[in-house]
């Protein structure tokens, strides 16, 4: 099973960069890594994807050590509207992605 | 563009009644299409997916069945509810297996069994 280790809450105060860390020790060689958010009572939804090294877009950037086996998702200035849920992924078939509990992130003004 | 779109958002229904979760995709062709369940304060659970019409593969053991009598179109039953089947019901579709795809998700709806 894909499954990941991530912290199962954050706090943080608006304008703060968040980062949190996802453990995947078993990852494979064609295995992507992918961030989701997900807000209360909606789907989750995308936030970034990689697979080694480092990859920015508009909301977010993911950093991934050369062992593949943990990425990091950096929030950058993170307002109270990033209050949600984000989930680490990882895995050889959309149907063998696990969303697990994910990592409750709590902004503060 | 492509959307997704389930109903009904939510329903409360009593122990052993009938249950219908519709899904439809807009703007692409051939999706794998996915149902998910997820319980107050848990993860996702994948339920369902299929590859194409008529082709559909269950994860978990369940009084829960699915159909795709169109390309598009996803649907989520049960003959007879359990209280056990409460939870937030969420349908997805991506473009291909390949967990490089991304997974896109609908509404959601909420199943109150009572």
């Known amino acids: 099973l894909a499954k990941t280790t991530q912290p199962i809450s954050m706090d943080s105060y608006e304008g703060q960069e968040v980062n949190i860390t996802c453990s995947h020790n078993?990852?494979?060689?064609?295995?992507?890594i992918t961030w989701y958010q997900q807000f209360p009572s909606q789907g989750p939804r995308f936030i970034i994807q990689?697979?080694?090294t480092k990859v920015t877009n508009e909301v977010a950037s993911l950093f991934i050590p050369a062992d593949r086996k943990s990425s990091t998702l950096s929030l950058p200035r993170v307002s109270l509207s990033d209050t949600a849920v984000y989930y680490c992924?990882?895995?050889?078939?959309?149907?063998?992605?696990?969303f697990g509990t994910g990592t409750l992130l709590a902004v503060q003004p | 563009s492509q959307t997704i779109h389930q109903w009904p958002a939510t329903l409360v229904q009593p122990v052993g009644s009938p249950l219908s979760l519709e899904c439809t995709v807009e703007?692409?062709?051939?999706?794998?299409l996915y149902w998910y369940r997820q319980a107050a304060g848990r993860g996702l659970q994948l339920l369902f997916y299929?590859?194409?019409?008529?082709?559909i593969s269950s994860e978990v053991p369940q009084n829960l069945s699915a159909s795709r009598p169109q390309d598009r179109q996803f649907i989520l039953s049960s003959k007879k509810l359990l209280l056990s089947d409460s939870g937030f019901y969420l349908c997805?579709?991506?473009?291909?297996?390949?967990?490089?795809?991304?997974?896109?998700f609908g509404e959601g709806s909420w199943l109150t069994v009572v």
């Open positions: 078993n990852i494979a060689t064609n295995d992507y």
């Open positions: 992924l990882y895995g050889g078939a959309t149907n063998k992605l696990i």
């Open positions: 997805a579709w991506s473009a291909g297996s390949f967990s490089g795809n991304t997974i896109y």
């Open positions: 299929s590859v194409g019409i008529g082709q």
């Open positions: 703007g692409t062709s051939n999706p794998n």
């Open positions: 990689g697979y080694k």
